[in-house]
């Protein structure tokens, strides 16, 4: 397979897919898919000592380490295939193979274990499937791996959903108080939200100080996973050390928007104190 053209092509795909051709991007993307997986079946081989990735930044990569204790040598494939196969997941729903876009999206899945956007969509094509178990397995996954607050609050409303149709009304509203809590622009969470105004399941009926008993009790957490937080926030000093201040902006308000200003200033302060009591180590041990 040749490598360095796969970013252009994937380019041309999505091209074709906004300009209305979904049968040629299918097309096109089907034939790198069978490219890397020849590539990959030839010089990526899977150990108990490698696995091989592509993490689209050292971001998932730091992530992945923290939340999965994977102990193997992670391997950069040197290719964003994530992309490749979130990419045929969609044109395949544009043109109605639903059963590609499952195998395309497990794909997505497994180079990009981080991937909550892919998590959650292919939970959405389990749920159509009527797999509810795979459905709030795949949503449940993104407690732990939400980076991005969208995919939290989208989390929060399937599971409300489906509280509202066991017949746990106070669990449900609790669901959907603690998405509301996160401020996001998600329309998933929005609509859940419009329609359980007035209803035995309206967020206003709980408060926050119960939202975090109700969910505990089905097993839920009530916000983000703060080591994510601690890995944006890492990557965040980095990225400000080698004066990449876009980036080192981007990461500190994605970490603030998951856990709130207080808990991100809270968990930085701890960050730098390991740092300082890291030199002052190797201060120590030099003398």
Known sequence: MEQTGLTDELDRAEGLMVQGQPD?????LARLAEDVEEYVDKNCPTTDEVQWFSF??????LAYRRVENDPRELRDVGEPLDRLYGDLALASVQVGDYGEAVEAL?????????DCGSRLNLADLFRVNGNMQEYLALTYSVFERA???????????????????SEKPRAAAAALHAGRMLGASDSALDAALEQATGTDHDPDLVSDAEIGELLGNEG??????????????????DAAHADERELAASLTLR???LVGEPAARALLELINADEDEGEEDGSDAAH
């Open 106 to 114: 497990k794909c997505a899945v497994r180079w990009n274990p981080m």
């Open 147 to 165: 980076s991005d607050v969208r995919h939290l609050a989208r989390a929060f409303a399937n599971f409300a959903g489906w509280f509202e149709t």
């Open 255 to 257: 970490a603030r928007d």
């Open 24 to 28: 040629a991007a299918v097309e096109l």
């Open 56 to 61: 689209p930044a050292i971001f998932e990569r």
């Open 220 to 237: 839920l957490p009530d916000g983000a996973n703060a080591e994510i937080a601690i890995c944006l926030l890492m990557c965040a000093g």
